[in-house]
């Protein structure tokens, strides 16, 4: 477990950019030290928000999961950028993330280093992803200068949520980088994905359940219009209005 701060009446949006830098710093450390350890091949780093997420600590924290079996979502993600790859000879990702910025349809937040959108795929409502823009494997080959952009990335899209309805908005968010199975991983780039499970307002949850769940999901709202209304938003946290 990772606490963000010593104030534990912080979230991450409420964070200055440079004290986020700090929690990534942590992971990067962690992913580091635990990846080095022989019998250890995937590193997951992740948050859940709120108690709507199974948060069971009020205090604003992340967690850290070593394993040494590589889990099946992770798994089937690395085989279809190694396809890719593969095929093309490119990041499947990178030329994803092109595409976006292009079309420019469900890009909510764009820096140096790193951009944010929706995905075309999004099933949550107001789901999003965080993805480099230089094709990184893992958070080890971070520069300075990248970390500090990530953070503020992510300081801007959680302010976003949290000021969709004017609370601290929940979620379950997590990185996905290449393994650490002593393997070269090419394929892999680095990206974070954030599952939010709020709906019209604060109190209107999705539930994935029945046909969802054994047949098909089904989007209450699409990439397109979850895109606008994120890109709409203030990045002035709604406390500090």
Same mark, same amino acid.
């Given at each position: =477990?990772?606490?963000?701060? /010593?104030?534990?009446s912080?979230? *991450?949006?409420? =964070?200055?950019?440079? +004290?986020?830098?700090?929690?990534?710093?942590?992971?990067?450390?962690?992913?580091?030290?635990?990846?080095?350890? +022989?019998?250890?091949?995937?590193? $997951?780093?992740? @948050?859940?928000?709120?108690?709507?997420? #199974?948060?069971?600590?009020?205090?604003?924290?992340?967690?850290?999961?070593?394993?040494?079996?590589?889990?099946?979502?992770?798994?089937?993600? $690395?085989?279809?950028?190694?396809?890719?790859?593969?095929?093309? #000879?490119?990041? %499947?990702?990178?030329?994803?993330?092109?595409?976006?910025? @292009?079309?420019? /349809?469900?890009?909510?937040? /764009?820096?140096?280093?790193? !951009?944010?959108?929706?995905?075309?795929w999004?099933?949550?409502?107001?789901?999003?992803?965080?993805?480099?823009?230089?094709?990184?494997e893992?958070?080890? $080959?971070?520069?300075?200068?990248?970390? %500090?952009?990530?953070?503020?990335?992510?300081?801007?899209?959680?302010?976003?949520?949290?000021?969709?309805?004017?609370?601290?908005?929940?979620?379950?968010?997590?990185?996905?980088?290449?393994?650490?199975?002593g393997?070269?991983?090419? @394929?892999?780039?680095?990206?974070?994905?954030?599952y939010?499970? *709020?709906?019209?307002?604060?109190?209107?949850?999705?539930?994935? !359940?029945?046909? /969802?769940?054994?047949?098909?999901?089904?989007? +209450?709202?699409?990439?397109? $219009?979850?895109?606008?209304? %994120?890109?709409?938003?203030? *990045?002035?946290?709604?406390?500090?209005?």
């Open positions: =477990m990772i606490c963000f701060s /010593e104030n534990h912080l979230t *991450l949006p409420e =964070m200055e950019t440079g +004290d986020i830098k700090k929690v990534i710093d942590v992971w990067q450390q962690q992913y580091e030290e635990l990846g080095n350890l +022989d019998y250890i091949n995937h590193v $997951q780093i992740f @948050e859940n928000k709120g108690q709507m997420m #199974g948060c069971s600590n009020p205090h604003p924290h992340g967690q850290i999961w070593a394993q040494s079996s590589i889990p099946s979502i992770v798994s089937k993600t $690395q085989d279809n950028l190694k396809k890719y790859a593969d095929k093309n #000879g490119r990041s %499947l990702l990178e030329d994803y993330v092109k595409q976006e910025l @292009e079309a420019d /349809e469900r890009i909510i937040l /764009e820096n140096e280093d790193f !951009v944010a959108f929706v995905p075309f999004a099933v949550w409502p107001y789901e999003t992803m965080i993805v480099s823009k230089r094709k990184i893992n958070l080890l $080959q971070f520069s300075e200068a990248e970390k %500090l952009s990530l953070a503020s990335i992510i300081k801007d899209l959680t302010t976003k949520y949290d000021n969709l309805f004017e609370i601290p908005f929940p979620y379950s968010a997590g990185i996905h980088q290449s393994p650490t199975d393997e070269p991983h090419p @394929e892999w780039h680095f990206h974070m994905h954030f939010p499970p *709020l709906l019209r307002n604060a109190e209107v949850k999705k539930f994935m !359940v029945g046909y /969802e769940m054994l047949a098909e999901p089904q989007r +209450d709202i699409t990439p397109e $219009q979850s895109a606008e209304v %994120l890109k709409g938003l203030s *990045l002035v946290h709604y406390k500090s209005k």
